[in-house]
T-cell receptor, first 109, second 112 residues
Framework: KNEVEQSPQNLTAQEGEFITINCSYS?????LHWLQQHPGGGIVSLFM???GKKKHGRLIATINIQEKHSSLHITASHPRDSAVYICAVRRQGAQKLVFGQGTRLTINP | ETGVTQSPTHLIKTRGQQVTLRCSSQSGHNTVSWYQQALGQGPQFIFQ???????GRGNFPPRFSGLQFPNYSSELNVNALELDDSALYLCASSLFATGELFFGEGSRLTVL
């Protein structure tokens, strides 16, 4: 079993829909990152969380440390949100970042 | 724009050759980490450098090595290339104290 599991693996939705991507992990962590990767490869860091909730524009990220679970929400989704979203965790006391497999999101107009 | 640049963007090598990939960190960032991403897979952590010393390593063999320079730019060297080394190689710079990551666009390596 992977240390970081994301769901769903693929998600297709219509423009305007509310999107939720989930991330579960099995180790103690010092931080969790949500990343966005567009075709061509470049990765953009969306959020770094160690507790609670963060919001940036239409994006919201939450984390529940006790349940070892995080969610990324996108409100009023748009075709330009189409990308792969990756959850990554940094283990407590370590530098290694462990990545989930990613969620491929497609927003249709 | 993250301020992190990688070179070259694409390159093709043959099995057994050696390759050097370069990464210029965002100004003021003292930490750089390198990742390998095979096609259709999530990234895998290779190693991290902080103030010119390796301070974390993933499950990669010793033929993957790195350097970080006093200006915090970095190199990833891979010796004795294998076909499975074909991947996108990403670097990310950060401040050790905060941990927020800034990624480059990646170097896509093809080994024939």
């Amino acid at each position: 079993k992977n240390e970081v599991e994301q769901s769903p693996q693929n998600l297709t939705a219509q423009e305007g829909e509310f999107i939720t991507i989930n991330c579960s992990y099995s180790v103690g962590i010092s931080a969790l990152h949500w990343l966005q990767q567009h075709p061509g490869g470049g990765i953009v860091s969306l959020f770094m969380l160690s507790s609670g909730k963060k919001k940036h524009g239409r994006l919201i990220a939450t984390i529940n440390i006790q349940e070892k679970h995080s969610s990324l929400h996108i409100t009023a989704s748009h075709p330009r949100d189409s990308a792969v979203y990756i959850c990554a965790v940094r283990r407590q006391g370590a530098q290694k970042l462990v990545f989930g497999q990613g969620t491929r999101l497609t927003i249709n107009p | 724009e993250t301020g992190v640049t990688q070179s070259p963007t694409h390159l093709i090598k043959t099995r057994g050759q050696q390759v050097t990939l370069r990464c210029s960190s965002q100004s003021g960032h003292n930490t750089v980490s390198w990742y390998q991403q095979a096609l259709g897979q999530g990234p895998q952590f290779i190693f991290q450098y902080y103030r010119e010393e390796e301070n974390g390593r993933g499950n990669f063999p010793p033929r993957f090595s790195g350097l970080q320079f006093p200006n915090y730019s970095s190199e990833l060297n891979v010796n004795a290339l294998e076909l499975d080394d074909s991947a996108l190689y990403l670097c990310a710079s950060s401040l050790f104290a905060t941990g927020e990551l800034f990624f480059g666009e990646g170097s896509r390596l093809t080994v024939l």
